[in-house]
């Protein structure tokens, strides 16, 4: 898998992990973060998700990373928002208000672009990346926020053996063997199959999604 699937996903219309409702676990569960008003949040591999725009009424300064140039213009015409733009080393930035979207590799973030961030949103992009990618991407993205940083972190549950990826199953010890430095607790475990039978047509015969709180420590 390298950068042209994602691109041609965004291309062809195969945006099915793409939702139309901003996610019910997020509003149940973001605000035990207790981040205040004001607070950047990064939501990596963002795509058009409509989460961004909930994350921003709550007051935060929101911060998406996202490979597809064509999802983030489809992000501000939906919204009927009309963002600056200007170039950097990281990508283009797309700045509506409180929502700055950088169409680029995630895997170039680093300190200087996440060093004043205090949450992180990952629903769709540890799962979205195959076993040889998901180290280098918690050893870019997450290695480059800060110390304290919280976190909400969703992950989905299955037999692999059943269903080729994306998305890729990550189980509870995986999450805790990768994120050697951060502290996840487990929020909620969900059965997700009857809310999904996509994923029964792809030859599943069960599938949890998984709630970790985060937070990065100070060493």
């Not at 939501?43 to 994350?55: A, F, N, R, Y």
């Not at 004043?116 to 540890?126: E, H, I, K, P």
Request: contains cysteine.
């Amino acid at each position: 898998m390298d950068t042209d699937f994602w691109l041609d996903c965004w291309q062809q219309g195969r945006t099915g992990f793409h939702q139309s409702r901003v996610l019910p676990l997020l509003q149940k569960h973001w605000p035990a973060l207790g981040l205040p008003a004001g607070s950047r949040v990064l939501v990596p591999l963002c795509g058009k998700s409509l989460d961004m725009h909930w994350l921003a009424a709550q007051g935060h300064r929101v911060l998406g990373l996202e490979l597809s140039p064509l999802a983030v213009q489809q992000f501000f015409d939906e919204a009927d928002l009309q963002p600056q733009r200007h170039r950097s080393r990281y990508g283009e930035h797309h700045v509506a208000g409180p929502i700055e979207i950088i169409s680029g590799d995630a895997f170039d973030a680093d300190t200087a672009l996440l060093s004043d961030v205090a949450g992180v949103y990952d629903r769709a992009a540890l799962i979205a990346l195959p076993d040889a990618l998901r180290q280098r991407y918690v050893d870019t993205v997450y290695a480059a926020l800060p110390a304290a940083c919280d976190g909400l972190l969703l992950t989905l549950e299955y037999d692999p053996v059943q269903m080729d990826g994306p998305p890729f199953p990550v189980a509870e010890d995986e999450v805790r063997s990768r994120l050697q430095g951060w502290s996840p607790v487990l929020l909620e475990r969900r059965e997700l199959l009857s809310q999904e039978p996509r994923f029964r047509e792809r030859g599943l015969s069960a599938l949890d999604t998984a709630v970790y709180r985060l937070r990065k420590s100070a060493s």
